[in-house]
């Protein structure tokens, strides 16, 4: 299935298959589960979507040095909390060497700049949208309020955009407008407020804007948010120069050098949706790591810790770490998408679906001075194998460590602890007469509520895929407790915000619903299914 055809007629063929595969295959999988379950997983695709091919030429794998983003600076820190301002802007980029590059930024730089918070200190960002579309900030994994978590309709419209175009004409097209009597919206500033009362990890901010979050994180909307506390801080962990995030996500070029998506209305003014072909997620040939093309650094013989995102609309990645001389690397994984973990787990092979994040700590002593580590993704073929490399540039001191207990308050949910048991289906379905991705047999409706529960009541998930979906629920993390009645796998340890659902998988998730009341998302986190009717509201009383 990874014919890499030149002519068109080829091409579209084997793009055509790639459907097949992505989803008239899934149906032909569940078809068999029947059979066994393990039979169906075995013959599991190795991804849900179709790739897109550049149409510039790319730059050899390992040349372009890898760019850190940078830390935001606080506008004001009086008071207890910080704020900040980001403005969202069109900004252009040379991502490949010598090809210019048309964004949608934060601040215009992406990844955008990255925010460093403590826990428990609240901050404010106050967000200016001069871009030509209507836009929503999420910030991925926070414990945030619901008026400050970016509901896809409440949108915050860019100056001159006409009140009459805020109605959403849904993937169906115009006339199959979805109203929401509970959005807000706001001209030109929103500020979001983050109270960042949780465990220190790594999050995201994104665009969450209704029907049409894939193409905006695709152009450049998304960057990244630390939370740290001083327990953390003291474990001895790799830090500074040594603590390096990594976000990745691929991306494809058309020939004028802007990136190539396949989105229905180019504007993405008023149409959602893609092209048929890519119904079941886009796919690029270019492998980013924060920003740039298939990068190297420059480390010490020293241990690392790697803080990976992957910020890919539907790519799903299998990572390992391989020296000059054919050697697989420990990656010792400290801490899951909500933080450190209670104890390290070691992997050779770290599966990473879109918009999880896994904390890694990695040891570059013993690799000669002079040679490389390459980061593989196993999944990729041909250029989508190689992620980035690491030059062993000199011997140094470390003085890190990686403790045996790593964290002490995970929360630990019973089974006899949930006061009930809920289950929902992820699979394709018909929406409005046209192909849609449904929760429960249903498409999206921002003016439905799914899910009614209490403020701290512990609940059980049960969640059942088709092909390949990343569920991700907003405000809470969970524990996986189960995979197809089996135990869970080693990278589901620690508190989870999204769990990779393989094709024709069941899982099972424990959360406790507390924080703030209010209408949260829980959704699949491949971008495309995501604007195309995979989201449903919970709320909280
Ligand atoms: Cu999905």
């Known amino acids: 299935m990874r014919e890499h055809d030149d002519d068109r007629s080829g091409r579209a063929h084997a793009m055509a298959r790639r459907r097949v595969l992505g989803i008239g295959g899934a149906l032909g999988l569940m078809a068999v589960t029947g059979l066994s379950t393990s039979a169906a997983l075995a013959r599991r695709p190795p991804f849900t979507g179709a790739e897109l091919r550049s149409a510039v030429p790319l730059p050899p794998a390992f040349q372009v040095s890898l760019p850190l983003p940078s830390v935001l600076a606080p506008v004001s820190t009086s008071g207890g909390a910080d704020r900040y301002e980001i403005t969202q802007r069109e900004a252009t980029a040379e991502i490949l060497p010598g ?149 990745i996500a691929d991306r494809a070029f058309a020939a004028d050098g802007s990136l190539d998506y396949p989105a229905l209305d180019p504007a993405l003014r008023r149409r959602p949706g893609v092209r048929e072909a890519y119904l079941a997620g886009v796919l690029g040939d270019v492998i980013l790591v924060n920003g740039a093309p298939w990068p190297v650094h420059e480390v010490d013989a020293a241990r690392y810790r790697l803080r990976i995102l992957n910020a890919s609309n539907a790519r799903h990645y299998e990572l390992e770490a391989v020296s000059d001389d054919g050697r697989l690397l420990d990656l010792v994984q400290i801490g899951a998408d909500q933080g450190l973990l209670t104890a390290p787990v070691t992997h050779r092979l770290l599966p990473i679906a879109p918009a999880e994040r896994y904390d890694v700590i990695i040891d570059f002593k013993g690799v000669p001075v002079g040679s490389r580590v390459r980061l593989l993704n196993r999944l990729g073929s041909g250029r989508t194998r190689e992620v980035m490399a690491f030059r062993i540039a000199r011997r140094a001191s470390d003085d890190s460590r990686i403790p045996r207990t790593l964290s002490t308050d995970l929360p630990i949910w019973r089974r006899s602890d949930a006061v009930r048991v809920r289950d929902f ?96 998302l829980f959704h699949c986190h491949n971008a495309e299914h995501e604007d195309m009717g995979m989201m449903a509201n919970i709320e909280i009383i």
Do not use: C
């Open 99 to 247: 090809v210019r590059t048309p964004l949608w930024t934060y601040e215009g730089a992406f990844p955008g700049p990255t925010i460093e918070s403590r826990r428990g200190r609240p901050i404010t960002v106050t967000h200016r949208n001069e871009l030509p579309v209507p836009t929503v900030v999420h910030l991925h994994g926070g414990r945030t309020p619901a008026p400050s978590d970016g509901y896809p309709t409440d949108l915050v419209l860019p100056e001159g955009w006409p009140d009459a175009h805020v109605t959403h004409t849904g993937p169906g097209g115009p006339g199959h407008g979805m109203h929401d009597p509970r959005a807000v919206l706001t001209r030109l500033t929103r500020d979001y407020t983050f109270p960042l009362d949780q465990r220190p990890a790594l999050l995201w901010y994104h665009d969450h804007r209704m029907d049409f979050t894939a193409p905006a994180i695709w152009r450049g909307l998304a960057g990244l948010h630390i939370v740290r506390d001083d327990a953390e801080d003291s474990l001895g962990l790799p830090a500074g120069r040594r603590e390096l995030p990594l976000m």
């Open 425 to 520: 289906s992820f699979r394709a379905g018909q929406m409005h007469g046209g192909h849609g991705w449904l929760i429960g047999g249903e498409p999206f409706d921002p003016a439905r509520t799914d899910v009614t529960t209490h403020l701290g009541d512990v609940e059980i998930w049960r969640l059942v895929a088709d092909v390949h979906h990343p569920i991700h629920l907003h405000l809470v993390g969970f524990r996986v407790l189960s995979r197809s009645g089996r135990p869970p796998l080693p990278h589901d340890a620690g508190l989870k915000d999204t769990v990779s659902l393989r094709p024709a998988e069941s899982v099972e998730i424990i959360t406790r619903f507390d924080g703030y009341r209010g209408r949260y």
